[in-house]
């Protein structure tokens, strides 16, 4: 870059920032996530033809094609980075994994967004997947965008979804789009951003006809029929008259989610979704560090890493810790901070990732995700800086759903094993608790396939063998209390249950519903948490 004067460099860095949109698109699997993502890649350029990437398959290309267990089954495991140009800004994608098992990922990939778009089936409404997702939103007021989806099928009334939404989902919306009819006799969208009628044509390319109309006129009546003009208009009176006007500032501050409506699949409603997204979605804002607060404007680079990927070349054991730039640059082999080493580094080869590829990148500002080359040096929540002592706090754990006893299987490469365990949880894929009444490691996750996943790359990269012993637990619960003598007494009487977290918390591992409300209810001054921070 040529050299700028300061004040005209300071421009240029805000400028940068405030052009970034750095998001993630998240839905309950099969509501059209992969096919939204994909439209907006045609419109950013980055593919040329529709159907490209279709139902996961996106990740089925070279980009993210890192895990032969992905091969095997056809499902995401890993998340990826999806950048490109659309107009003038930069579009920064977080791409999630689309299986379920996987969630703890999708929602640590949430801590490095500034915003979300969430996807919604017209016909199921919220799913359970939605709820948690949402939840996870709430707690960083991340700010809202729902698409729904599937507009050309059957599917609930759209005051109902929109009730269903606000119930379910515990925040205000606002329809900044209404469909007119759905299923087969879905004519389109009226766009209420922008006062435009736009036709729908079932295509999964063209990019559809859009017309303005006076909808007060009798050309509205000449566009989609009488009775669906008057039905239009009768819905608009009545959105305008529950719903107050749109108030960027109350979605910005994540109380109100916009509401668009759609086809991914026939590309229709997407453009208006993304022109609309890039307007009034948030520039990269600030982070909370446990000292202070950071801005993107600063000057010195700060960032932290949110996920770690393995293998993405399986020859060399090595992985790729995607870091969110939160100020200023990062420049490629500058020596930046690591905190929690206490250690100067410099990073030769960081990459960026487009659709299809990923390539050396030589700068990157706040708001940009980096993938910085990583042979064990990183764990979750990494904080990167020019030198100061920052720590960026990360997402809580959520109490696994799943649990199993991990034992060696090979007592030749008992080492081998604890390496792999402890590196593949700095990664974040599952949670270990250590028994504190047996000294036995007992792994959590959210789903069966975790489980799969850790003893095949406990094989395959650190040539250590495991099995699983089946154990009978509900939840993880983080325990606290004003009552020392109180909590003294619930460990010893469930010494049995406790364990200790990674960070040496105490956790009580209660076995079913029954035994866990049983205890609540007799030991009141403990807290019972079912996230690891609070
Ligand atoms: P996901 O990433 O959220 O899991 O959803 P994905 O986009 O893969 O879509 C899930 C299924 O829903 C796919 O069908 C997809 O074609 C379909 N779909 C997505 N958007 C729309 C839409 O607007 N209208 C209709 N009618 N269907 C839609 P599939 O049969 O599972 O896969 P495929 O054979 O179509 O690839």
């Not at 766009?191 to 050309?219: A, M, R």
Request: some cysteine; hydrophobic content about 35%; overall charge negative.
């Amino acid at each position: 870059m040529l050299f700028l004067q300061p004040q005209f460099y300071r421009r240029f860095m805000n400028n940068e920032i405030a052009r970034r949109r750095t998001f993630a698109i998240v839905a309950h699997p099969d509501a059209g996530k992969t096919s939204l993502t994909e439209k907006l890649l045609l419109f950013g350029g980055q593919i040329q033809v529709a159907g490209a990437v279709k139902s996961n398959k996106i990740r089925k290309t070279a980009t993210s094609d890192w895990m032969d267990i992905e091969k095997q089954r056809g499902i995401s495991v890993t998340t990826s980075v999806l950048e490109f140009d659309y107009h003038d800004y930069k579009i920064n994608i977080l791409d999630t994994p689309g299986h379920q098992d996987f969630a703890e990922d999708t929602y640590r990939t949430l801590t490095a967004v500034d915003s979300v778009i969430i996807v919604i089936d017209a016909a199921k409404g919220v799913e359970a997947q939605t709820l948690k997702l949402m939840e996870v939103c709430r707690m960083r007021n991340t700010p809202v965008i729902i698409f729904v989806n599937k507009m050309d099928r059957e599917g609930k009334d759209p005051f109902d979804l929109l009730d269903e939404l606000e119930e379910q989902l515990e925040i205000s919306v606002r329809p900044l789009s209404w469909p007119i009819d759905m299923g087969q006799r879905f004519k389109g969208v009226y766009n209420i951003y922008e006062q435009k009628l736009n036709l729908f044509q079932p295509s999964k390319q063209v990019v559809t006809e859009k017309v303005e109309v006076d909808i007060n006129t009798q050309e509205l009546e000449q566009h989609i029929g009488d009775k669906q003009a008057e039905q239009l208009r009768n819905d608009l009176e009545l959105i305008s008259g529950v719903y107050p006007a749109f108030d960027r500032e109350q979605y910005l501050a994540g109380k109100l989610a916009p509401v668009f409506f759609g086809s991914a699949l026939n590309n229709f409603g997407v453009q208006e979704l993304l022109d609309c997204f890039v307007e009034i979605a948030p520039c990269p804002r600030p982070v909370l560090a446990t000292e202070r607060e950071v801005n993107p404007e600063e000057p010195k680079f700060t960032g932290f890493v949110f996920k770690i990927t393995a293998n993405i070349d399986p020859n060399h054991r090595s992985c790729i810790a995607f870091c969110k730039v939160c100020s200023g640059k990062f420049e490629r082999n500058t020596p930046y901070y690591h905190v929690r080493h206490d250690k100067t580094m410099r990073f030769t080869s960081p990459v960026q990732f487009m659709a299809q590829r990923k390539s050396t990148v030589d700068e990157a500002w706040a708001g940009d995700i980096i993938g910085l080359p990583d042979n064990g040096i990183f764990k979750i929540g990494d904080t990167l800086t020019e030198g100061e002592h920052l720590h960026f706090r990360g997402l809580p754990s959520f109490s696994p759903e799943m649990f199993k006893y991990i034992e060696n299987a090979d007592p030749m490469k008992q080492k081998q094993l604890a390496k792999g365990i402890d590196q593949l949880m700095d990664e974040g894929v599952a949670q270990l608790f250590v028994n504190q009444f047996n000294g036995r490691k007992i792994i959590g996750t959210v789903g069966q396939l975790q489980f799969e996943v850790i003893q095949y790359r406990l094989l395959n990269e650190y040539n250590a063998s495991c099995c699983w012993e089946p154990v009978h637990l509900y939840k993880a619960c983080w325990i606290e209390s004003d009552d020392e003598a109180e909590l003294q007494d619930f460990m010893k009487r469930k010494y049995q249950y406790m364990a200790k977290d990674r960070e040496g918390r105490d956790v009580y591992l209660a076995d079913s519903s029954y035994v866990l409300s049983m205890a609540q209810q007799d030991f009141k001054h403990i807290r019972f948490h079912f996230t690891s921070e609070f």
